[in-house]
């Protein structure tokens, strides 16, 4: 091959092209980013409606119903679902996984402007979104009452009003996020409480006293008073500063005589009614939830939220500390951590066994420089085609590092055959390499053919799979260049004394031997003993040639029958040390009735020695309505409990049977 000769004859320019990719390598490697999974586009459209005040039934009819036939007619939709809450209807709208989800999101936006106008006037401007697996909250922050403080506890309304006002700026302005949403808010209200005897008297309805007061309390621009000289804005301040300005407002005149709010009604100066709770170990807390925008790592926007609150701990008003309950960095820095950890360990063993089987520590280097070369190179093709470090690229990097080296043990092997057979060590590299050359391309390309296609299969999978295909194909490319290229230079020009010895069994003599080679001798002998058996159960096949087919055929047989056994999943169970538990309970039920089933739950959970703290949520996220609840579980560390998640939710069903 021609790139062979060159290498052979120029090595130094053989040499700085290794070095080339290894550094364009490690460059591409400090620009990828670190992610759980590839970044995956759903075409699936989710349509929002708010009802205020109207039940399941009625927000099925009179909103959900018609959203539905309104986007029933757009092209490639392939499932069309809904779901009708009270005051609130969501209807879910799956494409093909052919269309693209911003082209899907613009069609459902255009059907739901044309049947806008046909809703009741009480309905809320329809919310059209894109659904996205990374749009869920990456990060929650709870603000609670520091007790070692002391002093006076803040009340609820003064921490929300803070955190509304400070920490969710605060946290907004990080890189990276997308949304902070307050749960279990508790926001200042002020309530006017009519008094029915009161606007009976005076005459006065109730539809009067909200129209002064909307009316009233608002800024109003007037105009402008120009003269030769200036140009003035002029405006009506009218908006109310302080809660008792309300009762100062004139709702009618009767007789000349103005009537004022506080004659017919009282202001209250107190909090909004409660839509959602958080409960921090069975106590009401106020959680700040943060959504990442669309497109930006996990891990990067996380240290930028956690680097923010750090610099705010020490601005935080007397009585308030903060405390970090989820974080969706972690479980995607440990699982990315242990496949890389199991490729490092691959990478280990594989060149150890290559040492074990060559018994030679020159022949090892040539030939595992190329496991290096083609993995940091790999990282260059996964920068241009836009992956990330994520399991799936991790996973096929583990999956082919014992067949990165297969090229260059082959190559390196024939020679030394060569050399053996008394040509030099420039003939033999020209000569070994050409003459296996065909073998060893058309191995790598058998196996290109094998993992090319993954990397474009359809569906779901393929979605997933499509980085796995081409980080292969990437790396065992790399590989046999290598091979055809770093291996015959360095064979031609790094001898090796041992390959002449080879077979000659000699005592001790230098201090290799005396050590290392006394266990490679060890390790020769017991792959010709090995050897030595395989001939003999290979002579017992060639002679009785029905038995070994029957045996084959059994073995083949058994095997279907036991794929039944082998169970599926889409992604392997892991233990992140943290869980999560859903439940609801009956329709009608309040807020409050969800809230005492949870602190039932959540005290059951917490009798669990495993379980660190735990996290209740009603009404908010994946869990809305008032009677839908949501337990996030954070355990102990896997290294300090002997349970694993799946043996303790068996436990935990159990448990939770007890609950009325």
């Known amino acids: 091959m021609w790139f062979t000769q060159v290498s052979l004859k120029n090595p130094v320019f053989a040499t700085m092209v290794m070095l080339a990719i290894v550094v364009l390598g490690l460059f591409s490697y400090q620009r990828l980013k670190v992610d759980q999974f590839p970044n995956i586009d759903f075409p699936v459209v989710v349509v929002t409606v708010d009802y205020p005040g109207a039940s399941p039934e009625i927000v099925e009819s009179e909103v959900t119903k018609k959203i539905e036939e309104g986007v029933n007619s757009i092209a490639g939709i392939n499932a069309l679902t809904s779901r009708s809450y009270e005051g609130t209807a969501v209807v879910i709208i799956e494409f093909q996984l052919h269309i693209d989800g911003r082209k899907a999101a613009e069609d459902v936006r255009e059907k739901v402007a044309t049947v806008h106008p046909l809703l009741r006037t009480e309905v809320k401007e329809p919310r059209v979104l894109r659904f996205d697996p990374a749009s869920r909250a990456v990060w929650s922050l709870a603000v609670l009452p520091d007790d070692k403080a002391g002093g006076t506890q803040r009340s609820a309304v003064e921490l929300t009003t803070w955190s509304e006002q400070v920490l969710k700026k605060r946290l907004e302005n990080v890189r990276g996020v997308g949304a902070v949403n307050l749960v279990g808010a508790t926001k200042r209200e002020i309530n006017i409480y009519l008094n029915p005897q009161a606007l009976e008297a005076f005459g006065v309805t109730p539809d009067q006293v909200v129209s002064a007061v909307r009316n009233e309390n608002q800024d109003l621009p007037v105009g402008s008073i120009r003269s030769v000289a200036q140009d003035r804005v002029v405006q009506i301040d009218a908006r109310m500063e302080r809660p008792e300005d309300f009762g100062k407002i004139i709702v009618a005149r009767k007789n000349a005589a103005p009537v004022r709010l506080d004659q017919v009604a009282r202001v209250n100066d107190g909090a909004q009614e409660v839509d959602s709770l958080a409960l921090y170990n069975g106590q009401r807390t106020l959680l700040l939830s943060v959504q990442k925008s669309q497109g930006e790592n996990t891990i990067e926007v996380v240290d930028g939220l956690t680097a923010a609150v750090a610099e705010l701990k020490n601005q935080l008003p007397p009585g308030v500390r903060l405390e970090t309950i989820g974080d969706s960095a972690r479980p995607i820095r440990v699982a990315v951590n242990n496949v890389r950890q199991t490729l490092i360990e691959g990478a280990i063993l594989t060149v150890l066994i290559v040492f074990l089987f060559l018994n030679s520590w020159r022949s090892t280097v040539i030939t595992g420089l190329t496991l290096p070369i083609a993995l940091i190179g790999t990282f260059l093709f996964m920068n241009m085609f836009?992956?990330?470090?994520?399991?799936?690229?991790?996973?096929?990097?583990?999956?082919?590092?014992?067949?990165?080296?297969?090229?260059?043990?082959?190559?390196?092997?024939?020679?030394?055959?060569?050399?053996?057979?008394?040509?030099?060590?420039?003939?033999?590299?020209?000569?070994?390499?050409?003459?296996?050359?065909?073998?060893?391309?058309?191995?790598?390309?058998?196996?290109?053919?094998?993992?090319?296609?993954?990397?474009?299969?359809?569906?779901?999978?393929?979605?997933?799979?499509?980085?796995?295909?081409?980080?292969?194909?990437?790396?065992v490319m790399i590989s046999m260049f290598v091979s055809f290229t770093l291996d015959p230079m360095l064979s031609s020009i790094w001898h090796d004394p041992s390959i002449h010895g080879h077979g000659h069994k000699t005592g001790p003599v230098?201090?290799?031997?005396?050590?290392?080679?006394?266990?490679?001798?060890?390790f020769d002998r017991a792959t010709e003993a090995l050897a030595e058996g395989y001939q003999r159960i290979l002579r017992w096949s060639l002679v009785h040639k029905v038995a070994t087919m029957l045996i084959a055929l059994a073995v083949f047989v058994l095997s279907i029958f036991m794929v039944p056994l082998l169970g599926t999943e889409f992604v392997p169970k892991a233990d992140f040390s943290e869980t999560s538990l859903n439940f609801y309970t009956p329709v009608g039920s309040s807020l409050e009735a969800t809230e005492a089933k949870a602190r039932q739950v959540e005290g059951i959970l917490r009798e669990m020695p495993e379980v660190r703290y735990t996290l209740s949520t009603i009404n908010t996220g994946s869990a809305q309505g008032k009677i839908y609840a949501n337990i996030y579980v954070r355990l102990v560390d896997r290294k300090d409990r002997s349970r694993s998640v799946d043996q303790m939710s068996d436990v935990l069903r159990e448990r939770l049977k007890t609950v009325p």
């Open 510 to 522: 230098t201090f290799y031997d005396k050590t290392i080679g006394r266990v490679t001798g060890w």
């Open 386 to 475: 836009g992956f990330t470090i994520n399991m799936i690229t991790l996973m096929a990097l583990s999956l082919c590092v014992g067949l990165l080296i297969d090229d260059a043990i082959v190559v390196r092997e024939n020679i030394v055959r060569h050399v053996q057979m008394g040509k030099s060590a420039y003939n033999a590299a020209m000569d070994g390499t050409q003459e296996i050359g065909l073998a060893v391309l058309a191995t790598t390309l058998s196996i290109v053919a094998v993992f090319m296609p993954i990397g474009f299969m359809g569906g779901i999978i393929g979605k997933f799979f499509h980085e796995f295909g081409i980080t292969i194909v990437a790396a």
